[in-house]
Nanobody, 123 residues
Framework: QVQLVESGGGLVQAGGSLRLSCAASGRAFSTYAMAWFRQAPGKEREFVAAINEEGGNSYYGDSMKGRFTIPRDNDRSPVWVSLQMNNLKPEDTAVYYC??????????????WGQGTQVTVSS
């Protein structure tokens, strides 16, 4: 059974940091690219960050560059993909989801999604 389980969400003040984690199990996730998305109330789902299978390449949404990083640990079981968020802003408030893709790069296709974890940034 494929599972993506996010954790680490919570309430944080603006300027603070938070680290989300996604535990991926049920398939060979070390061979899959992984990504984070977010969705705020009343808004469309937004791309946050993606990382390739080995963890050597990543890219970010424009508003996340310089503030967020997406490390992954393929040596753990289940595979862990994190989202380190620094200098958080109220506009970062959203439900954050992790997802996997069979390939990294343009037109990534996402097969499985986690249930999401709420991040709330107070001003």
């Amino acid at each position: 059974q494929v599972q993506l389980v996010e954790s680490g969400g919570g309430l944080v003040q603006a300027g603070g940091s938070l680290r989300l984690s996604c535990a991926a199990s049920g398939r060979a996730f070390s061979t899959y690219a992984m990504a984070w998305f977010r969705q705020a109330p009343g808004k469309e789902r937004e791309f946050v960050a993606a990382i390739n299978e080995e963890g050597g390449n990543s890219y970010y949404g424009d508003s996340m560059k310089g503030r967020f990083t997406i490390p992954r640990d393929n040596d753990r079981s289940p595979v862990w993909v994190s989202l380190q968020m620094n200098n958080l802003k109220p506009e970062d408030t959203a439900v954050y989801y992790c997802a996997d893709s069979p390939w990294y790069g343009p037109n990534m296709q996402y097969d499985y999604w986690g249930q999401g974890t709420q991040v709330t940034v107070s001003s």
